[in-house]
């Protein structure tokens, strides 16, 4: 049995371009085939990109993506490309892959274990497959799989694979979470060790909406050892010859289909393993990544930052600038009568270190003016939260003023603490078209503040910024802690109460006061209306707001 090379491209495509996605598949399809690949996998759903969403449920959508995996097909010559799309098929859609060889289609298969929870719905959208499906190449059984096919301990594919399978693929969009990767692998090993079949499992990349997907495509032995991982959170093709002895397992259900196997003679290729990921790196990549995708699948340009001088601010400031270029990020500085002159300079000082463009707007004159107007309905000399709202707004108002006159995109800086309790206002820093850190908890961004310095070997975030304690300087003195528990406690709270579900009293055994406990939730619960008014953001935990979070805005559940 001659040794069988598998290419894995994961590749980044772009949700409803048919034409963009074909092109990509063909270009990593030419070098599958330079290299003298046997098969070459793609990720689930790859034509159309991925999630495609309610667009499944348009008709014409789904023809569109059966004209194109039919002419796609007719321009894959010398090799196997196993590829995932949208299959429509007597007005039912299926999460299919289509194994494509000599100018055909030879077969499809459609994906069984369909994904419900999370950020997933595909039991919206799509049928379940019912047909197990074996590619004979040579005298080896290759048993494709796709995504969540893998992850059910004892089903019917993880059985056939066990009777029937040599090796296993898997076509996958798994998005990107802190740990992901390796529960990835875990859930991998899991599978090799109970079905005792290799896995080659292909994952996507890029950034969709809130989704970022980071690549790290693998292969494990039968035993579940790691042969080959592509890079994590770029485009990468990875190769992998192996050689395997066919067990000679008969196939007692499921189609069986007879595919070509080139006899070319080529030197062994080394198994190519990636370099391991720190979890705040992961994060970090994550971020650039997604907003990268964010600006540019969207037709963006440049894009605009508030920038304060304080930590958020400053860090999202950088993170566009490795995702986009210095060229492509231009800060707003806007300051008021509050404004201390320490954040000014760091705002300026932070400017400078990235390179980017800095425009100063003051809003005291304009604020004042509001006071004007609103004196002849209430009181405007005794100051309150609307007072420390409307400056809020006036910098949101600005920063949309020059988006709509340049077409630039807005990014706003609040985090995922914040952005939990309510700590920001609505129509004012959450004005805007993308949440870089919506879902990073303050404590995280310290962390990745100080990673940004250490990446670019100098101080780009100032010391400054880091050790200062957090404020919104709309009113003299002001501390973020004035209204917040420290946000050391205040993330624990969050992370128990939203990505870990528990209730008020699991989290006050903890041994956090009950108090804070009590009233750090009812933030959380009665801040919903904002979230749902709030932009996009990346999601980097493995529970985000938004489609991970389904609160009701109107319920009487939590009265503590």
């Given amino acids: 049995m001659p040794i069988l090379r598998i290419a894995q491209a994961q590749i980044d495509p772009i949700v409803g371009d048919f034409e963009y996605n074909t092109k990509k598949i063909l270009s990593y399809t030419e070098m599958a085939k330079k290299q003298s690949a046997d098969i070459i996998v793609f990720p689930e759903l790859c034509l159309c990109g991925y999630p495609p969403e ?35 098929q007597n007005k039912k859609v299926y999460n299919a892959a289509a194994i494509i060889q000599n100018r055909k289609i030879l077969s499809v298969y459609h994906k069984i274990e369909l994904s419900s929870y999370g950020i997933f719905d595909e039991k919206r959208y799509f049928k379940e497959g019912s047909r197990l499906l074996a590619l004979k190449m040579g005298d080896v059984t290759i048993v494709p799989t796709i995504c969540e096919d893998i992850w059910i301990e004892g089903n019917m594919i993880e059985r056939f694979a066990k009777e029937a399978g040599d090796l296993v693929i898997n076509l996958s969009a798994s ?3 802190i740990g992901k990767f390796q529960l990835r692998i875990d859930r991998g090993r899991e599978f090799t060790r109970r079905s005792r079949c290799p896995l080659f499992f292909t994952n996507l990349v890029g950034g969709q909406d809130e989704l970022v997907f980071d690549g790290g495509s ?40 007879e595919l070509e196997l080139s006899q070319t003679e080529r030197e062994y290729i080394e198994p190519y393993l990636a370099d391991k990921v720190s979890p705040i790196e992961e994060i970090y990549y994550a971020l650039v990544l997604g907003t990268r995708d964010y600006v540019n699948k969207n037709g963006f340009k440049k894009v605009l930052i508030g920038l304060s001088g304080g930590i958020d601010s400053s860090l999202v400031a950088a993170i566009a600038v490795d995702a986009l270029g210095k060229e492509n990020v231009i800060g707003v500085t806007m300051p008021s009568k509050f404004t201390s002159s320490e954040t000014l300079t760091d705002a300026e000082r932070i400017a400078k270190n990235l390179g980017i463009k800095l425009i100063k707007l003051e809003i005291w004159s304009i604020y004042e003016e509001y006071l004007k107007v609103l004196s002849k309905v209430f009181d405007t000399s005794v100051h309150t939260v609307a007072h420390e709202n409307l400056q809020a707004r006036i910098r949101g108002n600005l920063l949309m003023a020059l988006s709509n006159r340049f077409g630039y995109l807005v990014l706003t800086t609040g985090n995922k603490s914040e952005t939990a309790v309510g700590y920001c206002t609505l129509y004012g820093d959450t004005a805007g078209g993308f949440a870089v850190i919506k879902d990073v908890p303050k404590m995280m961004v310290y962390e990745l503040a100080r990673f940004v310095n250490r990446i670019w070997a100098k101080e780009i975030i100032p010391e400054s910024v880091i050790r200062r304690p957090p404020t919104a300087e709309l009113r003299p003195n002001q501390k973020d802690e004035d209204t917040l528990p420290p946000y050391p406690i205040l ?33 959380i619960d009665r801040n919903e209306y904002k979230r749902r008014q709030s932009p996009p953001g990346i999601k980097i935990t493995p529970k985000a707001f938004g489609k991970d979070w389904r609160f009701p805005i109107t319920n009487r559940y939590m009265k503590a």
């Fill in 54 to 88: 309610d667009l499944l449920l348009k008709s014409n959508f789904l023809e569109s993506s059966m004209k194109a995996i039919k002419d796609l097909s007719l321009l894959i010559t010398d090799i196997t490309a196993i590829v995932g799309y949208p299959d429509y």
């Fill in 491 to 523: 993330d624990r709270i969050i992370h128990a109460y939203v990505e870990e579900d528990k209730g008020i009293d699991e989290i006050i055994k903890e041994g956090f006061d009950p108090e804070i406990v009590k009233n750090v939730i009812r933030m």
């Fill in 218 to 257: 693998f292969s494990l032995t039968a035993e579940g050892d790691i042969i080959s991982c592509a890079r994590r959170f770029c485009e990468h093709i990875l190769f992998t010859d192996i050689d395997i002895s066919p067990t000679k397992r008969k196939i007692n259900n499921g189609e069986i289909v």
């Fill in 175 to 177: 998005p990107f979470h």
